[in-house]
Every structure is written in C-alpha cells, then in structure tokens.
C-alpha cells in the first residue's frame, strides 16, 4: 500500500512465519522490481496453508494453490483451441506452463449498496472494465475518481461485503455472439433464459464499440419493408435507416415493430427484439406470438425485464447492438428493436443517482443523449468493402399525454431518421395502426421504396391531408357541395383501407394492388363497413387471375403502365362482381 508520504510498502501473508532468508529474498524481489526500497512486512493469515500472498501497492503477487490454478485457466484462454479435443490440449500445456511471477491488481470494497459498489486499491482500472467480486459476481467500472471508483453490479450483492477483495480481469464488458442465438431468449449477458439449453459461443463482441465512419457507410436505398400500407406507403423505412416509433402507452408501438419482425420472414434478414422493463409475462406472450408464426426462425430477444437490476436494463440494447453487428459484418441485413428507450432511460438515471452523478432536466443527468446517441448512430448501411450489411434499428419511446416535447423524446427524435408518431384518440377511435399522418415523417423518404410503391402510392399522404383539413372546415357546415362530398367520402375511404388487424403484415405485391385501385377511387362507392371485406375480395381476386402479375410486381419492383391498367380493369371487374361476393361471403357465415 501507499503510506501517507506517498512511499510503496509491502505485506506478505501466510499461514506460517517466513524465516529471515526468505524475507530477505522477497525484499530483493521487490527492490529489483520496483526500482526502489520498498519497506516488507509480514502477517498471518490462517486461510493461504497453500501458499503465500505478496501485495505491494495495488499490486498482488498470488502464490497460493488458487492464484496459481487462475494463472493457468488464462495460460489455456491464450491458446484459443476452438473445437479441438481440450484434453491433449491440456496436457501439452502442462508441460510447457510455468508459473510466472506476474502482478495481479487486487482491490478491496470499500461500501456497497444494491447495485451499486465502490472499490478502492485499483488505480489502473478503466471506465467500462469488468471486475470480479466475491461469489463471481461481476461488476462494470463507471466512474473513476482520486483514490476510489464506483461499478454497477450485475448479480446478487448480497455475498460482497465491505473488505472483500475485487480482481480487474482487464476486459471490458462483451456479449457472447454465434448464429446459435437465432432462436434463443437471453439475457443482457448472452445467457439463455429460455430453458432449451446452453447457447453455443463461436466469439465475444464488445456491447461498447465505436459507429462506422462515413466512408464506411452508403446511402440508405433498400426498402426494410414493414408490411403495414400505412407506414410502407408514406413513411417508408430504408435497411441502415433509424426510424423512431413514438407514442403514449398502449398505443400499438410493439404491435407495429412485431409485424415488422414478421414481414421480414423468407427475406434473409435477421431481427433482434430488446425487451428494457417489460413484464416478463408480456415478454414470455410477445415470444410464443413470434415463434407460432415462425418468426423465431431469424429472431433473438435479449431480455431484460422490469425485475431485472437496473444495470442489466442499461447494458440490454448495447449487448443486443453487438450481437446485430457481429451479424452486419458478415453481411447480412439486421433488424433491431429497442423496446423501449424511455425505460431505458429510467434505468441509467436511477444508476446515475446511485453514483452521485449531478441530475439535470427531469431529473435526468447531463450525458443522457450521448446514452442514446451512442448506440443509435451503430446502425448503418455498410459500404461494399466492409461487407455490404446493414443494421435497421427501430427504437420506441413512450410519451406522457402526447407530449412530444419533453426531455427523451426530443433527445431521440433528433438522434433519428424520422418518427412514426401512434396517436391516443386515433387508436381508440379503431384507426389501428393509428399513425398520425401530419407528425410522422421518414427523412429518407422515397429512396426506400421500390418504384412499384412509389408509383402505386403517388399522392396519397396528399389526399389524406386535404381529407382532414377540409373534415375540420366542414364540422360546422351541414350545405356541402357534391364535389366536397366526394371529397371527404374519398377521404374516409382511404383512412379506412389503411386499418390492418394485428400480425397481418401485406406483402409487396398486396399493397401495391390495394393503392393502385384505391387512388384510381374504384373503391369510391363502397361503404366504410364494407371496405376491409372489399380489400381483401380483391386481393384474393387478382391473385387468382392474374398470378404472373404478382410474381412481376414482386421480382421487379416495378409498376409500367401496362401493369397498372391491368390491375385497375381487375378492381373494376372485381367491383361488379362485390354483390355476389359479399353474397356468398354472408352465406357462408348463415352456414356456419
């Protein structure tokens, strides 16, 4: 240790008294070492009958039988043996491993409180490095100050007291990755919670890493297709895009990024869920809805619920933002879900409060958008050389009352690439997905849709403003003319063919068949009630009659005049025979 003059002692300690000579060796040692005399005592301590243990300064020398197995288990990590047979493995290695004189940083608790540790002794440690507490338990540095730090705990503390030692292990915090996590459930340090087993590893990447640069990235131009006509047709979202899902509780957010899992089946991308505060009833609902629908083929969800401890709620989105990167550089398309950041938000502020940290707006600390920012700005659509793969994250937020001004929801909004804003009055009026269209926005725009949507969407966020500008106007007017009659039935019209019941996600050709009839107004008679039934007439209508225009429209992405003509004669033909059909549709149900 330091003594108050700044000069390093020594404290040897065994169970037995050293004689003289060996006291004398240990002095040498450690004036060879430390280039300077360094003062030696020795205590006893009943508990090393193996061995001894030296520590100068923060030093620590451990020659006991468990410091020694400890120095031999990193020896093997060194090696790396893969899948090789470990046994000739470790046998090689005990022939050639010598025990080595080599300092290990030892560090003493100093107070702990729940989640929260701090430790002195260790004056090399790094912000974000693992330490080892009594039991196992791990911790992860977060503040470093004059003398002493402070780490969140990542298991029970009910084993570490005030003296016990902590060990640096010289590694930041990292999530296990490997393609045998598709599939899985676990925890926000890789470990299953699913009860189907261990999950094999192939690597580790650090859940801290550093964005791509912008040489590194290309522009967003791929559709991440949603299947929802509402967002795909107006909003749509790019692969490498940050798009925002924004809205008061219970308002569809989780609905609209779970069908957008989905849609995303047989289209080789990979979806990760983070699930920050949620029950885990709720979590446990959300996964058998994935995995009855098969989209827990190409699924992982990291899991950390309202009862895990606030430090594994912080750490969830990164853990799950290096495993999406350990599959972006491999090339492939990633979907990330963070549900949700406001909890998330929650979690390290309470952190922060534990560490003393000064709390600032809403009782949030300073360094909140760099929270978020940091681990926002990981997903990117990266360039040829590096691979080509992307990582699409969409992050929800929850608002109070609608109250998009408050301290999260601008930090975040102003991280991303556009909002998809879910609004109270239009989800309980039945509009589902209720996308609010005038404060919605996609700042990738039609860049991320194929020319087909493009085309077939043409200006429908127009007519769905003017719908409901001239809506208000006429509240107060009972004389419209014919043409505003029209006008606003249209206008309905529309509204309502945007309504899509829950894990029915359209698929491409689907959609681009409902906007094309729609904004050609051959649904323009048909009632509001009637609409839904219309729709989905009709898409079973063409597919019957016309499959090679499906097939066309999927494999191109492209709508040419001759296909557009063709799909709106079918509308037309189809609205002559609705009659019969919705005859037969009700005969059926009379059977039933």
Partial sequence: ???????????????????????????????????????????????????????????????????????????????????????????????????????????????????????????????????????????????????????????????????????????????????????????????????????????????????????????????????????????????????????????????????????????????????????????????????????????????????????????????????????????????????????????????SLLLERSPGREAYPGDVFYLHSRLLERAAHLSDELGGGSITALPIVETQAGDVSAYIPTNIISITDGQIFLESDLFFSGQRPAVNVGLSVSRVGGDAQTKAMKAAAGAIRLELAQYREMEVFTQFSSDLDDATKRQLAFGQGLTRLLRQPQYSPFSHHQQVIILTAAMARVMQNISLEQIELFRSGLLGYIEEQASDLCRRIDQSCQLSPDDREEIVSLSRKFLDEFPKFLAARQSEKRGG
Avoid at 326 to 337: H, P, T
Wanted: proline residues 5%; aromatic residues 6%; contains cysteine.
């Fill in 1 to 351: 240790m330091l003594t108050d003059r700044g000069h390093l002692t020594a404290t040897l300690r065994s169970a037995q008294e050293p004689s003289p000579a060996q006291m004398e060796r240990f002095s040498a040692f450690l004036n060879q070492k430390y280039q300077r005399e360094v003062p030696l005592k020795w205590e006893r301590d009943d508990s090393l009958k193996n061995g001894f243990r030296l520590q100068a300064g923060s030093d620590v020398y451990d020659w006991t039988r468990h410091g020694r197995l400890r120095q031999f288990q990193d020896y093997l990590r060194l090696l790396r043996p893969g899948q090789e047979d470990i046994v000739p493995l470790m046998r090689e290695a005990l022939d050639q491993w010598e025990p080595q004189a080599a300092p290990e940083e030892i560090g003493e608790v100093l107070t702990v409180d729940s989640e929260i540790a701090t430790v002195g002794g260790l004056e090399h440690a790094q912000y974000g490095e693992i330490l080892v507490f009594a039991g196992g338990v791990k911790g992860m540095v977060q503040d470093l100050r004059q003398g002493d730090l402070s780490c969140v705990l990542f298991g029970d503390s009910e084993e570490i007291t005030a003296g016990s030692m902590v060990r640096r292990t010289l590694k930041t915090a990292a999530m296990r990755v490997g393609e045998s996590f598709l599939g899985r459930v676990v925890d926000a340090l890789g470990e299953p919670v699913d009860g189907k087993g261990p999950v094999e590893v192939e690597t580790h990447r650090p859940i801290e890493a550093p964005a791509p640069g912008i040489l590194d990235r290309q522009p967003v131009n791929t559709p991440m297709e949603t299947g929802l006509l509402a967002i795909d047709s107006m909003f749509p979202i790019g692969r490498g895009q940050r798009e925002l899902i924004i809205g008061d509780r219970q308002t569809g957010k989780t609905a609209v990024a779970l069908d957008t899992i989905l849609n995303q089946k047989g289209k080789n991308v990979v979806c990760i869920y983070v699930a920050i505060g949620q029950k885990t009833s709720s979590i446990a609902q959300m996964v058998e809805n994935l995995s009855r629908r098969g989209a827990m083929d190409y699924t992982t969800v990291v899991s950390a619920p309202a009862g895990a401890s606030a430090a594994l709620q912080y750490i969830a989105p990164y853990a799950g933002c290096a495993l999406a990167e350990y599959f972006m550089y491999q090339g492939r398309d990633v979907l990330i879900v963070y549900d949700d950041l406001s909890k998330h938000a929650i979690a390290y502020r309470a952190l």
